[in-house]
């Protein structure tokens, strides 16, 4: 299963230096275990977005709350199930 973790600033606090490489070595360290597939920052909105890949929503849970800008404070979280609609999926089932 996928899952959206919406992150938005919690605070107009600026991240440091050292907090911004600890949630990178998060990111790395879900890349090592085969759990994220994409991730980055708004352009437009102060925040960002986890796409990962969990076994369970309690898991996925679990992942966003390790994230040092979640353990922080200084960002929150929402989390997202998400069902991919693909055409090898026949997008989801849907006939024309």
């Known amino acids: 299963m ?3 973790i919406l992150l938005s600033h919690a605070t107009n606090e600026k ?6 490489r600890a949630h990178v070595n998060h990111l790395r360290e ?3 275990e ?6 980055g920052p708004f352009t437009d909105y102060a925040g960002g977005m ?3 890949r969990a076994a369970s929503r309690e898991e996925a849970v679990q992942i966003a709350e390790r994230d040092p800008y979640v353990l922080s404070g200084k960002e929150n979280y ?3 199930t998400w069902e991919l609609s693909l055409e090898s999926n026949g997008h ?5």
């Open 30 to 32: 879900l890349d090592r």
């Open 2 to 4: 996928r899952y959206v």
């Open 78 to 80: 929402e989390l997202r």
């Open 34 to 39: 085969g759990k994220l597939i994409l991730c």
């Open 50 to 52: 986890v796409i990962i």
């Open 15 to 20: 991240m440091s230096l050292e907090l911004i």
């Open 92 to 96: 989801m089932g849907i006939v024309e």
